[in-house]
């Protein structure tokens, strides 16, 4: 009597998914992705995204932030004891005037309100 070994096939997984799993691997690996970067921890309302980072280490004349549209950038200054650069794109524009920033005992909170769309329909008279 012959026993051929039987082979079982595992879950299809799609060529995107192990493409993304891979690369989360070798950024573990490699140091790519700091301990910082992982704990971002991001929440979601009606009116604002709420980003909350650590920075420790850092003072609020260290950091600097600017919102273009639907970017936000931060990163340290020079001279700073450590340096950190970070982008994030949201899927809203940022309304810059009615957001805030708080940085208390090396976190950081990121309250960006949600831009709303402004008609640009204009009304003719009709003669």
Do not use: C
Request: glycine residues 4%.
């Amino acid at each position: 009597m012959f026993f051929a070994p039987v082979m079982s096939r595992n879950a299809f997984v799609s060529p995107r998914a192990a493409d993304l799993a891979l690369q989360r691997f070798l950024q573990d690996s490699l140091g790519a992705a700091s301990p910082v970067q992982r704990q971002v921890q991001v929440s979601r309302d009606d009116k604002f995204t709420t980003l909350t980072l650590d920075v420790p280490g850092l003072a609020r004349e260290q950091l600097k932030l600017s919102i273009e549209g639907a970017v936000v950038k931060l990163e340290s200054v020079e001279g700073a004891p450590r340096q950190v650069k970070y982008t994030w794109e949201l899927d809203h524009e940022v309304d810059a005037a009615n957001s805030k920033a708080k940085l208390e005992h090396g976190v950081l909170t990121l309250a960006l309100a949600k831009l709303e769309p402004q008609s640009k329909a204009v009304t003719l008279s009709i003669e």
